[in-house]
């Protein structure tokens, strides 16, 4: 059964904010939200996690409802660069990657 | 830093043949991974390493061996490789503290 459910695709114009929804129903008390992209041809990059808080770097913020049965990913200004396709990931704490269930993701097309 | 580096970037292989996929990283980290991409299938786990002398099994191991003779590489033989092999193969390093994974750039592998 899969853990997380996306949306196949999404469009976002350029210059504005892309959101992009995930929901984990099924997420334990002990597993974490992460979110990886792939960009055309190229592996997989970390993007941001979180537990229960709202998270930010200098890449994206991550979203988290209060129940943590679902979480949104908001790249705040993007660019044409940020076309990839994008993963959510719930796991149990700790970076490795043994526990990366990656499911096929969201592509997102960015629009000039 | 050059981070995690594999050879070669593609290869044609005759199917019966045998084959090697490097993988260097350069950050020390104790965790190392093969993956698979398929067009539709995602990324799949093929064998792992949590430290340097030990391996595991992924989720499809089989055809596949590894080994991991020290910190710094972990490459992947296909000993008599099929056309089913033909994929995309990205390796992966993490390390217990930190909270992402890092993937290569991956080996495109067809095999005729």
């Known amino acids: 059964d899969a853990k997380t459910t996306q949306p196949p695709s999404m469009d976002c114009a350029e210059g504005r904010a892309a959101n992009l929804p995930c929901n984990h129903s099924t997420i334990s008390g002990n597993e974490y939200v992460y979110w990886y992209r792939q960009i055309h041809s190229q592996g997989p990059q970390y993007i941001i996690h979180?537990?229960?808080n709202n998270e930010t770097n200098e890449m994206a913020s991550l979203i988290i409802t209060e129940d943590r049965k679902s979480s949104t990913l908001i790249l705040p200004h993007a660019t044409l660069r940020d076309t990839a396709v994008y993963y959510c990931?719930?796991?149990?704490?700790?970076?490795?990657?043994?526990?990366?269930?990656f499911g096929k993701g969201t592509h997102l097309i960015i629009q000039p | 830093t050059a981070g995690i580096t594999q050879a070669p970037t593609s290869q044609i292989l005759a199917a019966g043949r045998s084959m090697t996929l490097r993988c260097t990283q350069d950050?020390?980290?104790?965790?190392m991974y093969w993956y698979r991409q398929d067009l539709g299938l995602g990324l799949r786990l093929i064998h792992y390493?949590?430290?340097?002398?030990?391996?595991g099994k992924g989720e499809v191991p089989d055809g596949y061996s590894v080994s991991r003779a020290n910190t710094d590489d972990f490459p992947l033989t296909l000993a008599s490789a099929v056309p089913s092999q033909t994929s995309v193969y990205f390796c992966?390093?993490?390390?217990?503290?930190?909270?992402?994974?890092?993937f290569g750039q991956g080996t495109r592998l067809t095999v005729v």
């Open positions: 979180g537990l229960k």
């Open positions: 390493s949590n430290t340097a002398g030990t391996t």
């Open positions: 992966a390093s993490s390390d217990p503290i930190r909270t992402e994974a890092f």
């Open positions: 950050m020390r980290h104790n965790a």
């Open positions: 990931i719930v796991r149990v704490g700790g970076g490795g990657a043994d526990g990366l269930t």
